[in-house]
T-cell receptor, first 111, second 113 residues
Framework: QKEVEQDPGPLSVPEGAIVSLNCTYSNSAFQYFMWYRQYSRKGPELLMYTYSSGNKEDGRFTAQVDKSSKYISLFIRDSQPSDSATYLCAMRAGNNRKLIWGLGTSLAVNP | DTGVSQDPRHKITKRGQNVTFRCDPI?????LYWYRQTLGQGPEFLTYFQNEAQLEKSRLLSDRFSAERPKGSFSTLEIQRTEQGDSAMYLCASSRSDGYGYTFGSGTRLTVV
């Protein structure tokens, strides 16, 4: 079993839809949780950075962490065609500097 | 400082040749990381530096791979005797010592023919 599981999709939604992206993990030592967006042939771009459990909101993006269920989510409200990209979750333990990544979910927002 | 810079953006090489990639991190970041990413996969950790010290290396980093960060500024990743399986995107990232601000460059895409 991989340490981080993420459904690769693809996920296709109409413009304006609410998008829900999720990852599950097995290592209870993970404390820092990140969501990255990656456009084709580009490096990952940090969207959200969360420590421990709870919610964090930034504009149209909301990140949720449920450590009891080992489950994290990213919600995108009012999705736009420019949101079409691969979304990767990443996480690390407090005493470890390397990130453990999901496979990424490919999202297409159709005008 | 506009972010993490990687050079070259693309590299095509013949099998058996050596290649070297460069990464210039964000100037105030003292941690620097190398990852490798293949199509449809998340990045795989290769190695990381704190200042000039290489603190961790993945088992993925075979003897043909070497990374340096002289003077704790830019870093180079060299692959000797390239193989077709080395074809991938090589990503560099940097962060502060507390791990915050983890920022990636655009990557170097290597194709071994």
């Amino acid at each position: 079993q991989k340490e981080v599981e993420q459904d690769p999709g693809p996920l296709s939604v109409p413009e304006g839809a609410i998008v829900s992206l999720n990852c599950t993990y097995s290592n209870s030592a993970f404390q820092y949780f990140m969501w990255y967006r990656q456009y084709s042939r580009k490096g990952p771009e940090l969207l959200m950075y969360t420590y421990s459990s709870g919610n964090k909101e930034d504009g149209r993006f909301t990140a949720q962490v449920d450590k009891s269920s080992k489950y994290i989510s990213l919600f995108i409200r009012d999705s736009q065609p420019s949101d079409s990209a691969t979304y990767l979750c990443a996480m690390r333990a407090g005493n470890n500097r390397k990130l453990i990544w999901g496979l990424g979910t490919s999202l297409a927002v159709n005008p | 400082d506009t972010g993490v810079s990687q050079d070259p953006r693309h590299k095509i090489t013949k099998r058996g040749q050596n290649v070297t990639f460069r990464c210039d991190p964000i100037s105030e970041h003292n941690r620097l990381y190398w990852y490798r990413q293949t199509l449809g996969q998340g990045p795989e950790f290769l190695t990381y530096f704190q200042n000039e010290a290489q603190l961790e290396k993945s088992r993925l980093l075979s003897d043909r791979f070497s990374a340096e960060r002289p003077k704790g500024s830019f870093s180079t990743l060299e692959i000797q005797r390239t193989e077709q399986g080395d074809s991938a995107m090589y990503l560099c990232a940097s962060s502060r010592s507390d791990g915050y601000g983890y920022t990636f460059g655009s990557g170097t895409r290597l194709t071994v023919v």
